[in-house]
């Protein structure tokens, strides 16, 4: 244990050396998760459920058999919370936050303990020392509210009183990401494939990669098919006349045409923000947040990348922002968690694809069915563009978090914000630093690698229903 029992003392856990992860026990240290659908991963042993977390104490041998006391930390003899840290937690805006130092500021309640608070000391796993356990339950809905809990040997509190860190709830979405290819085509037709040499005839979105002698492979979203051939001819923008295929086969609507050694995709920088993530600055951390406390302005969100997805899709040359490019995305997805009706699971699938069909749009989102996409050739930044393509992505997730645009379709569900989607400069709507327009604003400089939100848009991701509806 590394702790001298050998007299009254106790210890509690979690304490800030008690979390893990990349970024250090510092900067991760009380990261509770509201939910982790898809992993069951946590920054602590001692978070085994969502939303709930073993609260530990332990004690000298002597104590075993006797009771410890817990309880949410008091102030003047009532339980509180303790202050949010976050820059913007007063409402204020372009205000650092530094002279706010209120506690009882969550949104939902203080937290409850099991069993009364009351816990007695059992012998620990090796007999060394007791261990006394409660579990504290958290929000299952707020991000960014805070909790704390006290313990003693005296049920008044009186004296030998320990605390835990500060406990922080968080968010967790997941995004599979299927990156377009650079080269190729999807098939727009269904159609008979025969072998023998014969000639056949493939409709595709687009013909403009190949010419006569090109060697593609054909290929399927449920990975079965993987058929090789040779173009014969280019005969319009549309058809390609392909032989030299070794099997006999059936192509649907929405499968690929790769051309052969042709491997790079269009991609998007994501910053991640899990447990391993890598130390790198970008618009997800800060627009959603890394550091537990908040300190660095996100909505107590991370982003993790699901484990599953086809990674590389076929090129759609110029992507319809309607309903083929729903009917695309749901055809390459492999997130077998995501299902109808409501896919609220808090799983994106992002495409980084070629561009729209207009030329126009940075990226689209189609939330009832989880799908975000960015166009890569529409964005026009120079050096920035990497910036300004994460920043599209952390803008198209904010649409995932139902914030539409007052035009939307009056059947959309979501919270109404006159700047959303429009070139709107108006300073009501800077970011909550005031540095930038906020994130979801159209008039916003996509080239300064500033990506926060508008205060009230931050709040409605805080407290929006966790899974996501």
């Known amino acids: 244990m590394g702790f001298d029992f050998s007299c009254d003392k106790i210890e509690i856990h979690p304490s800030v050396n008690d979390f893990e992860g990349s970024y250090g026990s ?14 069951d991963v946590y920054y602590t042993k001692y978070q085994e459920h ?21 309880r949410i930390v008091t102030q003047n003899g009532e339980e509180i919370d303790p202050d949010d840290l976050s820059p913007y937690e007063d409402d204020l805006g372009c205000d650092d936050n530094n002279e706010n130092a209120e506690v009882n500021d969550n949104v939902g309640e203080k937290g409850t303990l099991s069993n009364g608070g009351i816990a007695e000391a059992m ?11 409660v579990i504290l339950s958290i929000t299952n809905q707020y991000a960014g509210d805070n909790y704390q809990v006290e313990a003693s040997l005296d049920e008044n509190f009186a004296s030998g009183v320990v605390k835990t860190t500060i406990l922080e709830a968080w968010k967790r979405i997941y995004l599979e990401v299927d990156e377009m290819y650079k080269k190729g085509a999807t098939i727009v037709e269904s159609s008979n494939i025969n072998s023998n040499n014969a000639i056949n005839t493939l409709v595709v979105d687009n013909t403009t990669d190949f010419m006569m002698g090109t060697e593609v492979e054909v290929f399927s979203p449920d990975g079965t098919l993987a058929e090789s051939g040779v173009i014969d001819e280019v005969t319009n923008s549309n058809v390609l006349m392909i032989s030299g295929f070794q099997n006999s086969f059936t192509v649907e609507r929405f499968y690929g045409v790769k051309i052969k050694d042709e491997n790079e995709t269009f991609s998007v920088p994501i910053s991640y923000s899990g447990l391993n ?6 618009a997800l951390k800060e627009a959603y947040g890394w550091i537990s406390s908040g300190m660095d302005g996100g909505a107590f969100v991370e982003v993790v990348r699901n484990s599953i997805g086809h990674d590389k899709v076929p090129k759609y040359t110029n992507m319809p922002t309607n309903n083929i490019a729903t009917l695309y995305a749901t055809t390459w997805r492999v997130t077998s968690q995501i299902t109808p009706p409501t896919y609220s699971d808090n799983l994106f699938q992002i495409i980084p694809a070629n561009q729209d069909a207009n030329g126009i749009s940075l990226g689209f989102t189609v939330k009832g069915l989880n799908i975000s996409y960015t166009f890569y050739e529409n964005h026009t930044f120079g050096n920035k563009n990497e910036i300004a393509i994460e920043e599209t992505l952390a803008h198209e997730l904010g649409h995932q978090f139902s914030i ?3 035009w939307a379709d009056p059947n959309e569900t979501g919270v109404r914000y006159p700047h959303v989607d429009v070139d709107e400069t108006d300073p009501l709507y ?6 930038d327009h906020g994130l979801m604003s159209g008039g916003r400089d996509r080239e300064d690698d500033i990506a926060e939100f508008y205060i009230e848009c931050i709040n409605h991701i805080r407290n929006l229903v966790d899974p996501i509806e």
């Open 50 to 70: 969502d939303a709930q977390v073993n609260i530990v104490v332990d004690v000298p041998l002597s104590k075993v058999g006797e009771n410890v006391y817990f």
């Open 404 to 406: 539409i645009p007052v």
């Open 26 to 39: 510092i900067l991760n240290a009380g990261k509770i998760l509201i939910s982790t659908i898809h992993d």
């Open 430 to 435: 800077n970011s909550h630093d005031c540095k």
């Open 123 to 133: 012998f620990s796993q090796d007999g060394s020392y007791g261990v006394a356990t």
């Open 277 to 282: 993530a890598p130390l790198n600055k970008g």
